[in-house]
């Protein structure tokens, strides 16, 4: 309900990412979480964006604020651009319906090859 009402979200990692991107929202990424579980994640997880959207795409679509970048500044700087900047907002909403579109059509194969080039990253 409360994406449906948004004209743009600041959201955490996780599904709720991809949730907001097949609802079509323009959205930015923050996450903060306590250094040393960050500090372990880095070291396992070799992966370039943490957001299923930008995984899915393998290219910044939904930009990504992680630790001490997840600052006030950066995030107001970020939210400000998605709320002006109107082929900002199209480029995401384009790419969010392109990913409906295809995990819709075979979601178990789409995400079987995610992971395995996931997987083969790591």
């Given at each position: 309900l409360v994406i449906e009402a948004s004209d743009q979200l600041i959201v955490t990692s996780g599904t709720a990412v991809l949730e907001v991107a097949l609802h079509k929202k323009p959205q930015l990424l923050a996450i903060k979480i306590h250094p040393i579980s960050y500090w372990i994640m880095k070291k396992l997880i070799k992966t370039k964006w943490v957001g299923l959207p930008n995984i899915l795409a393998q290219k910044e679509v939904v930009k990504e604020f992680i630790?001490?970048?997840?600052?006030?500044?950066?995030?107001?700087?970020?939210?400000?651009?998605?709320?002006?900047?109107?082929?900002?907002?199209?480029?995401?909403?384009?790419?969010?319906?392109?990913?409906?579109?295809?995990?819709?059509q075979n979601a178990s194969e789409v995400a079987a090859s995610t992971i395995e080039c996931w997987l083969k990253a790591q």
């Open positions: 630790q001490s970048d997840a600052s006030v500044d950066n995030i107001h700087a970020e939210l400000e651009l998605i709320i002006s900047d109107q082929d900002k907002r199209n480029q995401q909403i384009k790419v969010f319906s392109e990913q409906h579109k295809m995990l819709k």
